[in-house]
């Protein structure tokens, strides 16, 4: 019997590189998206408006220096949703936070260690409510945040209906104090070479991003929040604690919006009951325009702070044209934020056919 040798095709060996590359864009297609988005941003700033200095590298840093609160807040947001949950409550913690360390420092003469302490205390108490009531009574998150921005916001008028403007030396010292860069300096008018800064809250906001980022990536509670997003009843047959992560997660985020605060009140330096109306939205859209649909399961710090990016980009836009009103800056970030939506929506539809 002679061995017969059938020629069959070859089927082709997938690039491994390829492979690869096409998982990663897969798993972060919403974060290539909106970094991409925000450098061709940027990069059209640097084109139109190179007559006035866009491309001097402290406006670029002041995209940091002016929303570090918002990141901060941002950050929180992003793990409350990743959970399926919400929060329009850190608006009105930030107005009392501010309002807090006002009264404190001005009319109480405390030291500005112990207010920022009693503050933060604030926010974990604030956030354990709120995560006690949702994660162990089941009651719809907006509901609860509801209840809790109307509080907070109530406690911001109870303090002072008056703005009170922060003098305590040490607060104003840190609020002013400016950290230079050794590098992307430019000599003025004068002969005298100017270094571009930065503010120790937009160092804290950084810090926050990384410790958050590495949180949700390589610890098992970081693990547990995607899992409880993505699908509870898949969770619960994992062996997770929902209720405990939930709860956890919703004061961690207390924290961080008084933290923001903190931050957001070292940049306004006074307090009145209005400030900060409106920042929980902001917080939201930056984190849905991040990558982090409001449906949970998937989110990103680092998108959510490309997303403030972003909302600061749009913000400088209309600042430099100057000639334009400012609530362009609503519009357009609404026209983005109904584009991450619908394109979410269309990721998840795509997800269902392959099923």
């Not at 220096?65 to 949703?81: K, R």
């Not at 001005?106 to 009693?118: D, N």
């Not at 430019?186 to 949180?215: D, E, H, Q, S, W």
Request: aromatic share 12%; glycine share 10%; proline share 3%.
């Amino acid at each position: 019997m002679s061995n017969l040798k059938t020629n069959s095709p070859q089927q082709p060996q997938p690039n491994f590189f390829k492979v690869i590359a096409e998982k990663l864009l897969e798993r972060n297609f919403l974060l290539f998206v909106t970094i991409t988005l925000f450098i061709i941003m940027y990069i059209a700033g640097l084109i139109v408006y190179k007559d006035k200095n866009f491309a001097n590298l402290q406006v670029f840093l002041n995209l940091f220096t002016s929303n570090a609160g918002l990141i901060i807040v941002s950050v929180g947001m992003t793990m409350v949703l990743i959970t399926g949950g919400i929060d329009i409550s850190v608006g009105s913690v930030v107005a009392v936070t501010c309002m807090m360390l006002a009264a404190m420092m001005e009319k109480a003469h405390m030291g500005v260690v112990p207010a920022m302490l009693i503050v933060l205390v604030f926010g974990v108490i604030f956030g354990a409510i709120q995560g006690w009531l949702i994660a162990y009574l089941n009651i719809q998150p907006f509901i609860v945040t509801l209840a809790g921005m109307f509080f907070a916001r109530g406690l911001t008028a109870m303090i002072s209906l008056e703005m009170i403007t922060i003098t305590n030396e040490t607060f104003l010292a840190i609020a002013q104090k400016k950290i230079y860069l050794p590098f992307g300096g430019y000599v003025n008018k004068k002969g005298v070479m100017i270094y571009p800064y930065i503010y120790p809250t937009v160092i804290l906001a950084l810090i926050i991003v990384v410790l958050a980022y590495f949180l949700l990536k390589y610890t098992k509670f970081g693990r547990a929040i995607y899992a409880v997003g993505g699908k509870e009843q898949s969770a619960l047959l994992m062996g997770l604690n929902v209720k405990r992560t939930k709860f956890y997660v919703y004061i961690i985020n207390g924290f961080l919006a008084t933290l923001g605060g903190i931050a957001f009140c070292l940049n306004t330096s006074g307090a009145f009951v209005e400030l900060a109306r409106g920042f929980e939205m902001d917080a939201i859209a930056a984190t849905v325009i991040g990558g982090t649909p409001l449906t949970g399961g998937v989110g990103n710090v680092i998108g959510s702070l490309f997303g403030v990016l972003i909302k600061a980009t749009i913000e400088t836009f209309v600042s430099f044209q100057g000639n334009i009103s400012s609530w362009w800056s609503k519009i357009i970030i609404s026209a983005l934020l109904a584009f991450f939506i619908v394109l979410q929506s269309l990721l998840v539809m795509r997800k269902e056919k392959k099923r």
